[in-house]
């Protein structure tokens, strides 16, 4: 069996070898552009045929067919500020206040809608540190305590902002060690922060015990619910005391992000961060009065922003409703545990941790077979496979469109298992072989560097070819790629 992979799309109607484009001369037909994106769309992943565990969050067609119909109705506005559009304003609120009562939020409890989770988590660092600058004791306080687990997102933030994360061991069940956490919080410390759940595992950390910590140093403790702050409420109700409490009825819990484009089933570009009160929430609202445009005022990260995400994201809740999320929970739960059963059904395969929702992570047994060669063969069989390390493993979210596809797949990972035992020499090939050694390089910069190298020869400018200019960036390289950079990006973390 080949595992070749290559980084160019075999599409024809993309441009791998990158030529740069002009802004064509005479506007082309509605009817050829629109076929042309099409064209260009054939060779996406093909989610709808359930063969992708992660990224489109789809409930069904009509579902779809509404939030399409929400677009239209709102693809003009710029919700630029809070007070610019009424209608889209009164959705924001809206969305706020169901998040927090779903939450458990107090009379008090607030937030605002971002972008993503990752502007959730971006604005909750800048709150907590603007909050810590207000008074002169906290001025000193720079440092995150958080699990291995936690969303880059966090280090991303912390590096944007001038924090550090200091990372938190996990136990057994890889879940946040608590007593591990303790022992790193020192002067500096800002702020704990924990996940419900962890995306690697689906596991939820051991949040009881955070909140109590949290309220015994006097510390912020924010719950990064981006994946499950929409799903586990219904797999709560739908099995009451299946979930230990994680949101704000822990009194140590001072903010939570939950995304309304995971499991709220919006459009992509919405999430909820919500802060237990307005104490902490009045440092993230940014104002500055000099400028000669005006005075300028935003609550969120971005300035002109789409209305879109947050029509849609009041309409799926509108449309859904507890009972909606309710069902689609219980589907996908269902499916689920079949998927899960299955995969312990064979010797060699086992779950890592307990997760506490429809994630899940699975590896072989002592690596035997080699996991990642179980990845590849499932890759050539169709299905998308996201790779997870420390330890290697298979990761997968299970969503509505993925339930009709989970026999075959259980039949194709037990050949991929029977392929693999068979075959140790495909170790040294694929993905397995790139991850392999990446694994075995002791420097993570050197593994980083050649990920920045992926990035550079994807965007940068093409080569002039008569100009004998030297060529920027490695575009060189692009003509004929080393193998290692198509495995590479098929490695990178969805
Ligand atoms: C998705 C996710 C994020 C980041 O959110 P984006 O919407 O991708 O920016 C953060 N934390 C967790 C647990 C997530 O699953």
Known sequence: MAFQYSPFPQNPY???????????????????VLANMEAMKSSDPNWAEGRTWSLVYHVDDEHRALLQQTA?????????????????????????????????????????????????????????????RSNRTGKKKNELVAPATIHPAFEKAAHLLGLKVRKVPLDNHYRADIEAMEKLIGPKTLLLAVSAPAYPHGTLDPIEKASALALRYGLPLHVDACIGGFFLPWVEKLNPGSIPPWDFRL????????????????AKGSSVLLFRSMNHLRHQFFITTDWPGGIYASSTLLGSRSAIPIATAWAAMHSLGQEGYQNITHNIMDGCARLRAGIEAMPEMETLGQPCMNILAFTTRQNKPDIFVVADFLEEKGWIVDRQQ????????????????????LHDLKAAIAFAQK??????QGSAAVYGLMARIPFRSLVASNVRQLFEDLYAPPVKAKTGRQPEGN???MQNPPAWMGWLNRLLSR
């Open 14 to 32: 993309l441009h791998p070898m990158k030529s740069r484009k002009t802004i064509p001369m005479k506007g082309q037909p509605r009817e050829t």
């Open 475 to 477: 575009n060189q390289q």
């Open 251 to 266: 009194a140590g819990v001072t903010s939570i992000s939950a995304d309304t484009h995971k499991f709220g089933y919006g």
């Open 423 to 428: 075959n140790p020499q495909a170790k040294a």
């Open 72 to 132: 239209q109705l709102f693809i003009s506005e710029s919700y630029a500020n809070p007070f610019a559009v009424e209608s889209i304003q009164q959705m924001e609120l809206d969305i706020i206040g169901m998040a927090a009562r779903l939450l458990h939020g107090e009379e008090g409890t607030t937030g605002t809608m971002t972008s993503g989770g990752t502007e959730s988590i971006l604005l909750t660092l800048y709150t907590y540190r603007e909050w810590a």
């Open 390 to 409: 420390r330890p290697h493993s298979i990761h997968l979210t299970v969503m509505q469109h993925n339930l009709p596809a989970i026999g075959q797949y």
